[in-house]
């Protein structure tokens, strides 16, 4: 707690706006990798992967910001809307990679790649829940919705939730990997509950 309340007062002096430009780093980072040939032998599959990954990175630290305050001090909760936007904006990458990359704008052979592969309802869905959240992440619909924003935000843990299934979905056998984004997200969940609140 003693170096939290320093970091705390040095954070104050970060705009919000410093996070959408930080939020735009990763982009950078996918768009470097593919012009300098560095994104591996099969780029389109990289570049959806790659954008996926970074929306559930977001997703997952923006619902880690109200514990890390309430357990650790560290005070981030100006920079959710942020961090939710940013995902958003990742997870629209995302769809977009798969819609033009993948399926060259066929919206018939999207429509059967999307009756066959099931992992992309949880995506679709888990996309869809957090559309009224993004839509209404603005003052205005912050105070014109009053106690039913708080309401409508708690659609971001279903949203993650079938966000985190649609990516074990898709892997042939649940890696490592996928198992700590799993106890993480469901970790995170846990907290929420009573018996683990401070
Ligand atoms: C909450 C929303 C979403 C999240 C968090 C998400 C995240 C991810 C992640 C992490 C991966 C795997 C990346 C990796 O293995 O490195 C992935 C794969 C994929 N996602 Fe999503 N995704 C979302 C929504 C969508 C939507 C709406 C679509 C399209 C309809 C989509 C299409 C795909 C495809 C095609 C793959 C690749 C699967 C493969 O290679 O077989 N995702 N997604």
Redesign the pocket.
């Known amino acids: 707690m003693q170096l939290v309340a320093p970091l705390n007062s040095s954070l104050r002096r970060v705009p919000p706006g410093w996070v959408y430009l930080a939020g735009l780093i990763p982009l950078a980072w996918v768009i470097w990798l593919t012009v300098s040939g560095g994104i591996g032998i099969d780029p389109v ?1 990289e570049i ?2 790659r954008l ?2 970074i ?2 990175w977001f ?1 997952i630290g923006g619902l880690a910001i109200t514990p890390l305050r309430r357990i650790a001090g560290l005070n981030l909760i100006r920079y959710r809307r942020a961090v939710g936007l940013i995902a958003f904006f990742y ?1 629209v990458l ?2 977009l990679a ?1 819609i033009i990359l ?1 399926m060259g704008l066929l919206w018939e052979q999207a429509v059967r790649d ?1 009756i066959k592969r099931s992992y ?1 309802y949880f ?2 869905t ?2 869809v829940l ?1 559309l009224p959240l993004a839509l209404t992440s603005n003052n205005a619909s912050v105070r014109r919705l009053g106690r039913n924003w708080r309401r409508l935000h708690w659609l971001v843990y279903p ?1 993650v939730g ?2 985190v299934l ?2 074990l979905w ?1 892997m042939k056998v649940i890696t490592p990997e996928g198992w700590l984004w799993a106890g993480v997200f469901a970790g995170l969940m846990a907290l929420r509950f009573r018996p683990f609140r401070g």
């Open positions: 599959k959806e992967h996926g990954k929306a559930l997703l997870i995302h769809m798969w993948d999307l992309l995506g679709m888990g996309a957090l949203a079938f966000g649609h990516y898709q």
